[in-house]
């Protein structure tokens, strides 16, 4: 199958239904047009290396590109996530996350195998905190995913959900906790089948710096450098996944699968005698000293500015440790003729975050080439219909709010220096 939102622009929706050559769509219209009174024959043609379904995934063209999936590996995450979450046949899990975003999956089929139940949100109250608690509450809810800034807001303004576990993912997680709600960080690529690692945050504790966690079952980890080469614990090089939940690649595009999709050269072959299939995330991660996965940043987030690398997910993390910060995200924003590096931020409740300060406990941590020039404090930060941070949208930032602060020449060579700009 191969869902598509709704909400999506049309043009996107017609493309998806074309690209996929989708023999039936089922929709609200085939559902009323449907007689279901009648008894069917079942229809299993399902194999372990067939396709389970495809999820369409932005593109570096501008066209979404399908990531296919098999049955084996939707298995295996189905089972992963029945052990993650210790779910039983007691559990009720709730459906927050849009069913065009892989993250659906981890909500509704495993619950569904156990034999617990599954419960929809209805679309009204998905952006409405207080229904949501109070759909919790109604539904006696067990427990459910949700994207990152959901899961930070839900958890930082209500210390009563009746839930015994949240698992959060799309984003890195950062500042949360709770007294009676395990937290269940999780991680992973469309193309590796929803989940390839989880990080538990037990009740009552605090996680300064949140992992990504320890990798799921029948599968691997490994971190590589430019020339794909192993890593040691604690360097940090690009994350690739191997194992049973590696997808088959992308529909119809043989050269982009090939960039991204490979045969494992760090295991044997498996007991099909065939080789193993990895998958190159361009994220950058490094084990910490518990034998842990920690995410950093994407790789084609890597921005240069006045001849200086810089990793964004650096500056963010950074400005998520400042004080009543809850998001952050830094770009780099054309302001006149020159690159500025530019820092969007949401605070806890009303708070008012001071960006002088904030700059000043940036300038404490980074390079000074890495602290932002200009700050913006949101309301909330703007989402995909998947509940990432949509860098696109992001308000412009004034001009005039750049910081500059005269500094007199401290000696005669600037004094030198100044009077010849003086000149210009």
Request: glycine share 8%.
């Amino acid at each position: 199958y191969v869902p598509i939102d709704l909400e999506y622009p049309e043009e996107r929706q017609q493309y998806m239904l074309s690209d996929s050559e989708a023999k039936v769509v089922v929709d609200g219209q085939f559902i009323a047009e449907t007689d279901f009174s009648q008894d069917a024959t079942s229809i299993d043609l399902s194999t372990a290396d067939g396709l389970a379904y495809m999820i369409y995934t932005s593109g570096s063209t501008g066209k979404p590109k399908g990531a296919m999936l098999h049955q084996v590996g939707l298995w295996n995450f189905i089972n992963a996530v029945i052990d993650m979450e210790h779910l039983t046949a007691d559990d009720r899990i709730s459906g927050h996350r849009s069913f065009s975003f892989d993250a659906h999956i981890e909500d509704l089929f495993p619950i569904l195998t156990v034999g617990g139940s599954f419960h929809l949100m209805p679309e009204s109250i998905r952006l409405d905190l207080a229904a949501i608690r109070d759909f919790l509450f109604e539904h006696q809810i067990t427990g459910g995913g949700y994207a990152t800034p959901m899961a930070t807001l839900l958890l930082n303004t209500y210390e009563d959900l009746p839930v015994r576990f949240m698992t959060a993912g799309g984003e890195k997680l950062t500042d949360v906790y709770s007294d009676h709600i395990e937290i269940i960080n999780v991680y992973g690529p469309t193309e590796c089948t929803v989940d390839t690692s989880y990080y538990r945050i037990q009740p009552g504790c605090r996680v300064s710096n949140i992992p990504i966690g320890q990798t799921v079952a029948n599968c691997y980890h490994f971190i590589v450098d430019n020339k794909g080469r192993l890593l040691p614990c604690g360097a940090v090089g690009e994350l690739c996944f191997a194992g049973v939940q590696v997808g088959v690649g992308y529909w119809q595009q043989p050269e982009l699968t090939v960039e991204v999709f490979c045969d494992c050269p760090f295991l044997p072959l498996g007991t099909d005698g065939l080789p193993v299939r990895m998958y190159y995330t361009r994220d950058l991660c490094r084990w910490n000293d518990e034998g842990q996965l920690e995410f950093l940043g994407r790789i084609d987030d890597q921005v240069k500015l006045r001849g200086y690398r810089i990793e964004l997910g650096e500056i963010e993390s950074c400005a998520s440790k400042f004080e009543g910060i809850s998001q952050a995200v830094a770009v780099i924003r054309p302001i006149g003729n020159t690159d500025t590096l530019c820092l969007y931020y949401t605070a806890d409740g009303d708070t008012a975050v001071n960006a002088d300060e904030l700059r000043q406990f940036l300038s404490r941590m980074l390079a000074e080439y890495m602290v932002p020039a200009l700050y913006m404090q949101l309301d909330a930060l703007p989402q995909t219909p998947n509940g990432k941070v949509d860098r696109r949208r992001l308000p412009a930032i004034e001009h005039s709010q750049l910081h500059t602060d005269y500094v007199a020449p401290r000696n005669e060579l600037e004094k030198l220096i100044v009077s010849g700009f003086e000149r210009c």
